[in-house]
């Protein structure tokens, strides 16, 4: 525990985004996590990806599970709307949500547990469905609740706190939205906050469920040598596929006509997104085309055997319908519709329900 | 940069803005703990320890720690160093068992100071341990220089001013009142090993104006109020004119309010901004309905048969010109009526006494020319200190000259080089008491900064004597002492444990920390999470990281020494280090360390000692 609150003094140099808020108004309440926890990082990601973005915090609503990752949702925008669910099942909870107030933020957030194991169902089906969220997993590779037993994305020989290794094969969140159609998959590191930011800032953007894999170490169970989600071995085996910014649509600027110095900006390639914005992709890899499914598969697949961590915005469907598009649900969100059509009566129902006679 | 060397104790202890600002480098944070713990005894012998004059200085100090707090920094108020140092003093009990023991076996070594006032005092106080016989030549009847003759009772109490001399002078000093130093010569050939001149600067300025010398009613500030003090002068007529904006007018036309000054302007040339006097003895002075009228610029005393009636003045404007400098333009003129005024223009070192051929240079304006470092004179064996050395400055720059001449006088009597300064050492203490405990309070106090009460207008008015402040009670004194930041709380790193978690970054309220590429320090401070724009303040920069190379960067600026970079560190990389200064003192070197003034570990649980 931290028994002091994080003082509520700033920096004068403090930017305000165009609400007038600065960074600290996305805060929420102190961490109760171990020291040093991964997690801390990715709230504070999310804390700088709200902010850029200029998120009305009373316009979000965050979701999560059971888990040292589901606790992160009371660490940031402590003014958002939040449910933390039954363990695994955040993803019911938010479509249940989404479905009646399709206008909110949704930000998801869970972990290799609660995502991998117990909730797995509930995310593969989010993801077929594409419900309009931003699902974060922070991947640690263990149970850190309960004292560091190996979870399911624990990797092949990757060894315990006690030095035993794990025998049996990972699931890997990525690899597996891409192979059942999810229409955004990004892997970050919490200790790279440079490459999350625009990750998550993309993703909030993403019209649909945008999968993001965070390998997140949890430094109390899993930050030793012999762990391959430690963040030392992370950050040995890093390997950046693609870099990606987002650019909202007030800021656009074909890349001809941006000025800039980077010598790689001659690989800028702009995917538009259907609000207007766009995501700016920069070659890291030669020829990786983060637009085509199956060379994405094939990349990771290719880049894991040789024991590398590929790491960026990995796949983006620029064509991506979300849950309510697909569907064809009414514009305005449920609550907002007057009683009288969002419950027309018995007469309605009468009327419906002789269609299928 | 390179990385920053921590082991030089200068750069912890530029992080303590107050202790770095204070002429003595008194321990402020450190006594301010001790008053939160109530141990106002070990509060008092730290603060006597570098300022001699706890009691003295918590009512008069000039406070340059108090501009340097970080406090301002962060919000705008500092903290009330100087009010929490007068607490020490009220409330402490007998603190006399705890003086340092004078040998009764002297070292056969003796030397004369010239003046009683608060240099030489400390020279006194800083030899007598060392077994050296002090002899103090002092003109008045009483002890104290300035401290008793130009600051008015109701500044200091008189009782306060001969406690806290009593201590030094019952060490066994040997003073000899009503003796003034007539010949520099004469005191050269008594049997004297070292002579400190500490004599003060006891010329007030004069100002020469048509009018100057046709009447007796005209006064110099600082003789006018050493007349008060000693009781010749008890009344003032009703209108007086105080010319001049510094601190001894601000004496002078408070006093003038209190025997008999109904009508009392202070005159100044120049615009508020650049008046001398403090601000907050500039509000005493307003709070008592003293006029500061600002520039008019005197130009004529007018008398009437011999008698004066008043002064004219050239009301002026200033504006820079294009070399930078302020010059005036007169607008027009005023008549003010008076009946007597006080000069309070300022004042200069005087030594009639000593003869041209004494073997001791003077400079074009009369002052003795004396070395910096040594603070000796261009005779050998004669040292100079206070106002003496380089002219008007305050009590607290007069206590660490003292302090300074000492360890010279006793290099010199050592037959040691006085040049070669005894080196400045530091303690470093980790201040981890368990999980999530730290020997000292590190939750932000967002109090504003409680206000002196004072002693009721008409009340104060009434008598010399009334001391106007009447000290922190305990609300007051509880809140202010969680206002201090603990800068000597320092945050220290060990970039080998580091894992570049972030932690430290993401949970730094003030945004004062970085793990970039290293960088020439321009640079760098301008891609730091908050840029590092104040540039008198350092920024740390740590050896290379061990899993990036990085380097972990720190803009001491703005840190308020909250302790949660250590508290969120997994590796214990951030550690919080009470930073104790062991500034040397005469007759304590390496062989000879640090007293302590037997105050007890400053921070209990405290288990790592660097000495670099």
């Given at each position: 525990?931290?028994?002091?609150a994080?003082?509520?003094?700033?920096?004068?140099?403090?930017?305000?985004?165009?609400?007038?808020?600065?960074r600290?108004d996305y805060?929420?309440?102190?961490?109760?996590l171990?020291?040093g926890?991964?997690?801390?990082?990715v709230t504070?990601?999310?804390?700088?990806?709200?902010?850029?973005?200029?998120?009305p915090?009373?316009?979000?609503?965050?979701?999560?599970?059971?888990g040292?990752s589901s606790k992160?949702?009371?660490?940031f925008?402590s003014e958002?709307h939040?449910f933390?669910s039954v363990?695994?099942?955040?993803?019911?909870?938010?479509?249940g949500?989404?479905a009646?107030n399709r206008d909110l933020?949704?930000i998801?957030?869970?972990?290799?547990g609660?995502?991998?194991?117990?909730?797995?169902?509930?995310?593969c089906?989010?993801?077929?469905?594409?419900?309009?969220?931003?699902?974060?997993?922070?991947?640690?590779g263990?149970?850190g609740l309960?004292?560091?037993?190996?979870?399911a994305?624990?990797?092949?020989g990757?060894?315990?706190?006690?030095?035993v290794p794990?025998e049996?094969p990972?699931?890997?969140?990525?690899l597996?939205g891409?192979?059942?159609?999810a229409?955004?998959?990004?892997?970050?590191?919490s200790?790279?906050?440079?490459q999350?930011?625009?990750?998550?800032k993309?993703?909030i953007?993403?019209?649909g469920?945008a999968?993001?894999?965070?390998?997140?170490?949890?430094?109390?169970?899993?930050?030793?040598?012999g762990?391959t989600?430690s963040y030392?071995?992370?950050r040995e085996?890093?390997?950046?596929?693609?870099?990606?910014?987002?650019?909202a649509?007030?800021?656009f600027v074909?890349?001809a006509?941006?000025?800039t110095a980077?010598?790689?900006?001659?690989d800028?390639?702009?995917v538009p997104?259907h609000?207007?914005s766009?995501i700016r992709f920069?070659?890291?890899e030669?020829d990786y085309?983060a637009?085509?499914?199956?060379?994405?598969?094939?990349?990771?697949?290719?880049?894991?055997n040789a024991?590398?961590v590929p790491?960026?915005l990995?796949y983006?469907?620029p064509?991506?319908?979300?849950?309510?598009?697909?569907?064809?649900t009414?514009d305005?969100?449920?609550w907002?519709?007057?009683?009288?059509?969002?419950c027309p009566?018995?007469d309605?129902?009468d009327a419906l329900m002789e269609n299928y006679? | 940069m390179?990385?920053?060397?921590?082991?030089?104790?200068?750069y912890?202890h530029?992080v303590v803005?107050?202790q770095?600002a204070?002429?003595a480098?008194?321990?402020v944070?450190g006594?301010?703990?001790?008053?939160?713990?109530?141990r106002?005894?070990?509060?008092y012998?730290?603060n006597w320890?570098s300022n001699?004059f706890?009691?003295i200085?918590?009512?008069?100090?000039?406070?340059?720690?108090?501009?340097?707090c970080r406090?301002?920094?962060?919000?705008?108020k500092p903290?009330?160093?100087?009010?929490?140092k007068r607490?020490a003093?009220?409330l402490?009990?007998d603190i006399?068992?705890?003086?340092?023991d004078?040998?009764?076996?002297?070292n056969?070594?003796?030397?004369?100071c010239?003046g009683?006032?608060p240099?030489?005092?400390?020279v006194?106080?800083d030899?007598?341990p060392?077994?050296?016989e002090?002899t103090?030549?002092?003109k008045?009847d009483?002890?104290?220089?300035l401290?008793?003759t130009?600051?008015?009772q109701f500044?200091?109490p008189?009782?306060v001013?001969w406690?806290?001399i009593?201590?030094?002078?019952?060490m066994?000093?040997?003073?000899r009142?009503?003796?003034?130093?007539?010949?520099?010569k004469w005191l050269l050939?008594?049997d004297?090993?070292?002579?400190?001149v500490?004599?003060?600067?006891?010329r007030?300025?004069?100002?020469?104006l048509?009018?100057?010398?046709d009447?007796?009613?005209?006064?110099?500030?600082?003789?006018?109020?050493?007349?008060?003090a000693f009781?010749?002068?008890n009344a003032?007529?009703?209108n007086v004119l105080?010319?001049?904006?510094?601190n001894t007018a601000m004496d002078?036309?408070?006093?003038s309010?209190?025997?008999?000054?109904?009508?009392?302007k202070v005159?100044?040339r120049k615009s508020?901004p650049y008046?001398?006097?403090s601000p907050w003895e500039?509000?005493?002075?307003e709070?008592?309905?003293?006029d500061?009228?600002?520039n008019?610029?005197?130009t004529?005393?007018?008398?009437?048969?011999g008698?004066l009636?008043?002064m004219n003045?050239?009301i002026?404007?200033?504006?820079?010109?294009?070399?930078?400098?302020?010059?005036s333009t007169?607008?027009d003129?005023?008549f003010?009526p008076?009946e007597a005024v006080i000069?309070?223009i300022?004042?200069?070192t005087a030594?009639?006494?000593i003869?041209?051929d004494?073997?001791?240079?003077?400079?074009k304006w009369?002052?003795?020319?004396?070395?910096?470092?040594?603070?000796?004179?261009?005779?050998e064996?004669?040292f100079?200190?206070g106002?003496?050395?380089?002219?008007p400055?305050n009590?607290i720059?007069?206590?660490?000259?003292?302090?300074?001449?000492?360890?010279?006088?006793?290099a010199y009597?050592?037959?040691?080089?006085?040049?070669?300064?005894p080196?400045?050492?530091?303690n470093?203490?980790s201040?981890?008491?368990?999980?999530h405990?730290w020997s000292?309070?590190?939750?932000?106090?967002?109090?504003?900064?409680?206000k002196m009460r004072?002693?009721?207008?008409?009340?104060?008015?009434?008598s010399?004597e009334?001391e106007?402040e009447e000290g922190?009670?305990?609300?007051?004194?509880?809140t202010?002492?969680?206002?201090c930041?603990?800068?000597?709380?320092q945050?220290h790193f060990?970039g080998?444990?580091?894992?570049?978690c972030?932690?430290?970054?993401?949970?730094?309220?003030?945004s004062?920390?970085t793990?970039t590429h290293?960088?020439a320090?321009?640079?760098?401070r301008?891609?730091?999470?908050?840029?590092?724009e104040?540039?008198?303040?350092?920024?740390?920069?740590s050896?290379p990281l061990?899993?990036?190379?990085?380097?972990?960067v720190k803009d001491e600026?703005?840190?308020?020494?909250?302790?949660?970079?250590?508290e969120?560190?997994?590796t214990?990389?951030?550690?919080m280090?009470?930073?104790?200064?062991?500034?040397p003192?005469?007759?304590?070197?390496a062989?000879?360390?640090?007293s302590?003034?037997?105050i007890?570990e400053?921070?209990p649980?405290?288990?790592m000692s660097v000495?670099?």
């Amino acid at each position: 525990m931290t028994y002091i609150a994080k003082p509520r003094v700033f920096h004068p140099s403090l930017d305000k985004n165009e609400l007038g808020l600065t960074r600290r108004d996305y805060e929420g309440v102190m961490s109760t996590l171990c020291a040093g926890c991964g997690h801390d990082s990715v709230t504070a990601a999310l804390i700088e990806a709200a902010w850029e973005l200029a998120i009305p915090t009373h316009r979000a609503a965050k979701m999560s599970g059971i888990g040292c990752s589901s606790k992160t949702t009371a660490y940031f925008m402590s003014e958002s709307h939040g449910f933390n669910s039954v363990h695994g099942r955040m993803p019911s909870v938010a479509s249940g949500a989404n479905a009646a107030n399709r206008d909110l933020v949704y930000i998801g957030v869970s972990g290799d547990g609660d995502s991998l194991s117990i909730g797995l169902g509930q995310l593969c089906h989010a993801v077929r469905r594409n419900l309009n969220l931003l699902y974060i997993i922070e991947n640690n590779g263990v149970y850190g609740l309960t004292k560091g037993q190996f979870s399911a994305s624990a990797d092949m020989g990757s060894k315990s706190k006690r030095g035993v290794p794990n025998e049996q094969p990972p699931i890997d969140p990525a690899l597996l939205g891409l192979s059942i159609g999810a229409t955004f998959v990004a892997r970050g590191f919490s200790g790279d906050k440079n490459q999350l930011v625009p990750i998550i800032k993309a993703g909030i953007r993403h019209p649909g469920l945008a999968l993001v894999d965070v390998i997140s170490p949890c430094v109390t169970f899993n930050d030793h040598v012999g762990s391959t989600k430690s963040y030392a071995y992370t950050r040995e085996h890093f390997r950046e596929a693609v870099e990606a910014a987002f650019v909202a649509p007030k800021d656009f600027v074909p890349p001809a006509d941006e000025i800039t110095a980077d010598i790689r900006s001659a690989d800028v390639r702009d995917v538009p997104m259907h609000d207007g914005s766009v995501i700016r992709f920069r070659q890291v890899e030669g020829d990786y085309d983060a637009t085509d499914r199956d060379a994405v598969y094939g990349y990771l697949r290719e880049r894991q055997n040789a024991g590398e961590v590929p790491t960026g915005l990995l796949y983006v469907d620029p064509e991506s319908r979300d849950l309510h598009d697909v569907l064809g649900t009414v514009d305005r969100p449920l609550w907002n519709l007057p009683f009288e059509e969002l419950c027309p009566g018995a007469d309605a129902l009468d009327a419906l329900m002789e269609n299928y006679r | 940069m390179e990385p920053t060397n921590v082991g030089n104790p200068d750069y912890y202890h530029k992080v303590v803005d107050c202790q770095w600002a204070c002429p003595a480098h008194t321990n402020v944070p450190g006594y301010i703990r001790l008053i939160a713990q109530e141990r106002y005894d070990d509060a008092y012998m730290l603060n006597w320890e570098s300022n001699v004059f706890p009691g003295i200085l918590g009512r008069t100090c000039d406070r340059p720690c108090e501009p340097a707090c970080r406090r301002v920094r962060v919000e705008e108020k500092p903290v009330a160093i100087c009010r929490l140092k007068r607490v020490a003093a009220d409330l402490r009990g007998d603190i006399t068992p705890r003086f340092p023991d004078i040998p009764k076996q002297k070292n056969g070594k003796r030397i004369a100071c010239v003046g009683a006032g608060p240099a030489s005092l400390t020279v006194a106080r800083d030899l007598m341990p060392l077994g050296y016989e002090v002899t103090i030549f002092e003109k008045n009847d009483r002890p104290g220089g300035l401290m008793w003759t130009n600051i008015p009772q109701f500044r200091l109490p008189p009782e306060v001013l001969w406690e806290e001399i009593d201590y030094i002078l019952d060490m066994g000093v040997d003073i000899r009142y009503n003796a003034p130093v007539e010949s520099m010569k004469w005191l050269l050939e008594q049997d004297f090993d070292a002579v400190f001149v500490g004599s003060g600067a006891p010329r007030g300025k004069e100002l020469r104006l048509p009018g100057r010398y046709d009447t007796d009613h005209i006064y110099i500030g600082i003789d006018w109020l050493e007349s008060v003090a000693f009781g010749h002068t008890n009344a003032i007529e009703e209108n007086v004119l105080v010319i001049g904006v510094g601190n001894t007018a601000m004496d002078c036309c408070r006093t003038s309010k209190r025997i008999g000054g109904t009508n009392v302007k202070v005159m100044a040339r120049k615009s508020k901004p650049y008046f001398k006097a403090s601000p907050w003895e500039l509000e005493d002075a307003e709070e008592e309905l003293v006029d500061i009228v600002e520039n008019h610029s005197p130009t004529e005393f007018v008398i009437e048969d011999g008698v004066l009636k008043g002064m004219n003045f050239d009301i002026v404007e200033w504006h820079e010109n294009d070399d930078g400098r302020l010059v005036s333009t007169k607008l027009d003129e005023a008549f003010f009526p008076a009946e007597a005024v006080i000069l309070a223009i300022g004042q200069e070192t005087a030594f009639p006494w000593i003869e041209d051929d004494a073997g001791i240079e003077f400079n074009k304006w009369r002052e003795a020319v004396v070395d910096r470092t040594t603070f000796m004179s261009t005779r050998e064996g004669v040292f100079f200190g206070g106002d003496a050395a380089w002219g008007p400055e305050n009590i607290i720059w007069a206590a660490e000259h003292g302090h300074q001449a000492a360890i010279s006088i006793h290099a010199y009597c050592s037959g040691e080089d006085i040049r070669k300064r005894p080196p400045e050492h530091m303690n470093l203490v980790s201040a981890k008491m368990g999980l999530h405990e730290w020997s000292y309070s590190n939750d932000y106090e967002y109090a504003p900064r409680r206000k002196m009460r004072h002693v009721r207008l008409e009340e104060r008015l009434r008598s010399i004597e009334t001391e106007v402040e009447e000290g922190f009670d305990l609300e007051q004194t509880l809140t202010e002492v969680e206002r201090c930041l603990n800068c000597d709380l320092q945050t220290h790193f060990t970039g080998s444990l580091c894992i570049e978690c972030d932690a430290c970054i993401d949970i730094c309220p003030l945004s004062c920390l970085t793990i970039t590429h290293n960088g020439a320090e321009a640079e760098l401070r301008t891609r730091l999470t908050a840029p590092a724009e104040n540039a008198e303040q350092d920024i740390y920069v740590s050896e290379p990281l061990p899993q990036t190379s990085r380097v972990m960067v720190k803009d001491e600026d703005l840190c308020i020494h909250c302790g949660l970079c250590a508290e969120r560190c997994p590796t214990a990389a951030w550690d919080m280090r009470t930073f104790d200064l062991l500034k040397p003192y005469a007759g304590q070197d390496a062989e000879h360390p640090y007293s302590g003034m037997g105050i007890e570990e400053m921070s209990p649980g405290g288990f790592m000692s660097v000495t670099p």
